[in-house]
């Protein structure tokens, strides 16, 4: 198991590098002028000093390695020193709009994001499971039926959508929560915790429904398959209580299988952020994300969509190796 | 997870088919929306024949009334006329993004099945694809093409080039996946090492044997991909990266009516509709097909 992990971890490397390159090229080579939104007045040559300043006229390759030396080397190096207490001067990674660390804005932003993500795993988990067990217990039944229209909803209704709709009912008409969210808002005492709450309810809300319905339909579905098995039957057979069968034999079995889809959906949680931020007002990585995105800054863009990719090949090696850590029968070697 | 799905019966059967689909009353609602939703969508102008960017300032933010069914935005132009208007807009994409992507994936998934030393390199790729950050990777690339695609192709044109393109070059990996798993299942049966030994080439063989024996699975997952295709456009538009509002499509109509919801809640509401129903009848459809074409599943359901 061991050597497996380090294995594939050694194998996701090149990997990340082949998506950075990927993403570089596809920034890189698009039709795109930085200086495009300065006013008209600046005359073209000092356009071109400004171009030469922000290092565009090295060759792609240059810049793309000068990119990784800056995001692989100086960063991390930058971060220990800040742990060790020390001022580092090294070369780093700068945002082309705000001139500062493109590091320090995503670290500014990340808190939010991170709370949002974070509950509404939490929440859509802790729906899905009650939701995926009954489902599969009472097959056909009407906690089942409701459970796939449920599910299907959650398919097929875009998270926007769902997001306004919430803003019209609970701000403007009934003004249980306010529509946007407030950064600024410090948790000091019992009031301020509150409202602090408040206002995550409806993003909170939305992507939990999302993670709810995905995750309550595998465990339904390695429930299923798990309670027809002889154990099952032998359980029931010495007489032990439904909840003992369902809880004990049926859902530590079929457990595994369903820990790996949420692991491979936590970076789609991410990307699912962006839109609601947006909805929310959310001022998380999503926001960074878009703002960057129209004020034309490549180095933040670049940097962000690659830490999104880093997310996604982290947690499908998460999720083979708790696949194989659950269930002692996978043998990787 | 992958899908299965099993390959289309033989031609006798094809009335079972229909009565197995026929049983899925979910899949037969579905189509009928799904079919509903696109008549109106053709058929509409002829039966409101009001032009969705005739501007009457004097008319704007109203609430619906007989001249307005479904209100009037803040220029004053008709939300119904609009709503049919966006719909074709949002539909073509959606029809001709999942077009391409599956065209793309049946095509990557028949080389790596048929073509031994070829599978490797093409699923490395395609595990290459899955593992890009795509929502972010859409919204940077529609962003950097925009304004050059517009300025060849004229707005409309270049930007539904633009969207299509994008959607469809960054969904196919899931159709090639099933479609490989398909081909290489396929190329044990009898009749393929049959048409082998006859001498059959590798053309002919793709359209002969492989292609209509796959046809079922590509169905599933182009109806499928229909509903993700018009999910995913109309994410874009409401992140203001879509289509412009000069050519509205549903996404575009609820992220502008979101500036005005608290005045006129039903601008957000109606496109919204209009986005979820397409999308839930469509995903039934699939659901039903799915079944409806492997036979173990119907069983299993049975049971």
């Known amino acids: ?260 889809v949420i692991s491979l959906a936590i970076p789609q949680v991410f990307a699912g952020a962006i839109i609601t931020e947006q909805v929310f007002r959310v001022n998380g990585l999503g926001q960074l994300l878009i703002s960057g995105i129209q004020s034309g800054d490549v180095p933040l863009v670049q940097t962000l969509t690659f830490l999104f990719a880093v997310l996604i090949v982290l947690f499908n090696l998460m999720a083979d190796i708790t696949y194989g850590l659950l269930d002692p029968r996978i043998r990787y070697d | 997870m992958t899908d299965r799905a099993a390959s289309l019966p033989p031609l006798h059967s094809r009335v079972s088919l229909w009565r197995r689909f026929g049983r899925h009353r979910g899949a037969v609602v579905g189509m009928v929306v799904f079919a509903a939703i696109t008549a109106a969508v053709l058929l509409g102008p002829f039966v409101w024949p009001v032009d969705p960017a005739q501007i009457d300032i004097a008319a704007k933010n109203q609430s619906p009334s007989l001249a307005h069914p479904l209100g009037t935005d803040q220029l004053g132009h008709d939300l119904l006329a609009g709503l049919l208007a966006g719909g074709r807009v949002s539909l073509l994409v959606g029809l001709v993004a999942m077009g391409l992507a599956v065209g793309l994936g049946t095509l990557v998934g028949v080389l790596a099945g048929v073509l031994r030393h070829w599978d490797a390199p093409l699923m490395r790729m395609t595990d290459l694809f899955l593992s890009l950050p795509l929502l972010p990777l859409l919204l940077v690339a529609i962003m950097l093409w925009r304004d050059s695609l517009r300025a060849q192709f004229g707005p409309e044109a270049g930007i539904f080039l633009l969207i299509v393109c994008a959607i469809g070059l960054t969904s196919w990996m899931q159709t090639a996946r099933i479609v490989r798993g398909e081909v290489l299942a396929l190329r044990e049966r009898e009749f393929i090492i049959a048409a082998t030994a006859l001498g059959t080439r590798p053309l002919a063989m793709i359209r002969r044997h492989i292609l209509p024996n796959i046809l079922g699975p590509i169905l599933v997952s182009a109806t499928l991909g229909v509903g993700h295709a018009i999910l995913t456009e109309s994410a874009l538009s409401f992140l203001g990266l879509g289509f412009p509002s000069d050519v509205p499509s549903w996404g575009r109509m609820l992220f502008d009516g979101t500036n005005y919801m608290t005045l006129t809640p039903t601008r957000v509401v109606w496109p919204g509709l209009a986005i979820t129903l397409t999308v839930l009848s469509v995903n039934y459809l699939g659901d039903g097909l799915r079944d409806a074409l492997d036979p173990r599943r119907v069983r299993g359901a049975a049971r």
């Open chain 1, 1 to 260: 198991m061991f050597t497996y992990t380090l294995r594939r971890l050694a194998f996701s490397i090149p990997v990340l590098l082949a998506i950075s390159l990927v993403i570089f090229l596809l920034i890189d080579l698009a039709p795109n002028d930085p200086t495009a939104n300065l006013p008209l007045t600046i005359p073209p040559e000092i356009r071109e000093q400004l171009r030469t300043g922000l290092g565009l006229d090295a060759p792609t390759h240059v810049r793309y390695l000068l990119w990784c030396k800056q995001f692989f080397i100086h960063e991390p190096l930058n971060l220990l020193d800040g742990m060790m207490g020390n001022e580092s001067s090294r070369l780093r990674l700068q945002s082309w709009s705000t001139h500062t660390p493109v590091m320090e804005l995503i670290a500014e932003r990340l808190p939010q994001t991170l709370w949002v993500v974070g509950l509404s795993l939490v929440i859509g988990i802790l729906i899905a499971l009650p939701l995926g067990i009954l489902s599969a217990r009472h097959q056909h039944g009407w906690v089942d039926q409701f459970g796939t229209f449920v599910a299907m909803l959650g398919f097929s209704v875009p998270s926007f959508f769902l997001g306004v709709l919430m803003i019209i009912v609970f701000s403007v008409k009934l003004g249980w929560f306010p529509s946007i969210y407030d950064t600024t808002h410090r948790v000091t005492d019992w009031h301020s915790l509150g409202v602090q709450l408040r206002q995550m309810v409806m993003p909170v809300t939305v992507l939990a429904l999302f993670n709810a319905a995905q995750f309550s339909r595998f465990l339904r579905a390695s429930m299923l398959e798990t309670l027809h098995q002889d154990f099952i039957r032998t359980a029931r057979a010495k007489g032990m209580s439904e909840a003992r069968v369902l809880l004990r034999h049926a859902l530590r079995n079929a457990i595994g299988p369903v820990v790996t």
